[in-house]
């Protein structure tokens, strides 16, 4: 049994299109903790272009993303022989925006949702360690963090809801 470490991504590849969208926009070649700055930059994003959106949106968006990660993750994968690379956070994107849906647009909310996200995403409690260790390929990478993004968002929404967090105006 070969105990030599995983092929990673060159630091070189950031040229290449596909690996700057899979890692956040270079994000993801931050060290240390490539999946907390990836997730930071994911907040801002959030912030910026998605937190004002209404919820349906919000999920087209993260489908759109959650479809282009997924293909783009198999493609890196493949051309730089590296799977689930620390480097790859497009993943932390889609789960951070689901922890974040229907959230308040405020950087209180975005920053309980980082917190909340990051901690389970690190944890990794089922079902979130179950998909991790079962299901492969550039799909696995991608949909551990939805489950943990899923999980963030009961939460989130539950806190927000005890503490009576004050809501935006839906109709707005």
Same mark, same amino acid.
């Given at each position: 049994?070969?105990?030599?470490?995983?092929?990673?991504?060159?630091?070189?590849?950031?040229?290449?299109?596909?690996?700057?969208?899979?890692?956040?926009?270079?994000?993801?070649?931050?060290?240390?903790?490539?999946?907390?700055?990836?997730?930071?930059?994911?907040?801002?994003?959030?912030?910026?272009?998605?937190?004002?959106?209404? +919820? &349906?949106?919000?999920?087209?968006?993260?489908? %759109?993303?959650? /479809? @282009? *990660?997924?293909? =783009?993750?198999?493609? $890196?994968?493949?051309?730089?022989?590296?799977?689930?690379?620390?480097?790859?956070?497009?993943?932390?994107?889609?789960?951070?925006?689901?922890?974040?849906?229907?959230?308040?647009?405020?950087?209180?909310?975005?920053?309980?949702?980082?917190?909340?996200?990051?901690?389970?995403?690190?944890?990794?409690? +089922? &079902?979130?360690?179950?998909?991790?260790?079962? %299901?492969?390929? /550039? @799909? *696995?990478?991608? =949909?551990?963090?939805? $489950?943990?993004?899923?999980?963030?968002?009961?939460?989130?929404?539950?806190?927000?809801?005890?503490?009576?967090?004050?809501?935006?105006?839906?109709?707005?």
């Amino acid at each position: 049994m070969s105990h030599e470490p995983a092929p990673r991504l060159p630091a070189s590849a950031w040229r290449d299109p596909a690996v700057l969208v899979v890692t956040g926009c270079g994000s993801g070649f931050v060290r240390p903790a490539p999946g907390t700055w990836g997730s930071l930059v994911a907040a801002a994003v959030w912030w910026l272009a998605l937190a004002e959106l209404a +919820w &349906p949106l919000q999920l087209a968006v993260m489908a %759109v993303v959650f /479809a @282009l *990660g997924t293909w =783009l993750t198999h493609r $890196v994968g493949r051309r730089y022989q590296v799977h689930d690379d620390p480097g790859i956070v497009v993943d932390e994107f889609v789960g951070l925006w689901l922890a974040l849906l229907a959230a308040p647009p405020t950087w209180t909310a975005a920053l309980a949702g980082f917190l909340v996200f990051r901690v389970i995403d690190i944890a990794k409690p +089922w &079902p979130v360690g179950w998909v991790d260790r079962r %299901v492969p390929g /550039a @799909l *696995g990478v991608m =949909l551990d963090d939805v $489950v943990a993004g899923g999980l963030a968002l009961a939460v989130l929404q539950l806190a927000f809801r005890l503490i009576s967090w004050p809501w935006p105006n839906p109709a707005a």
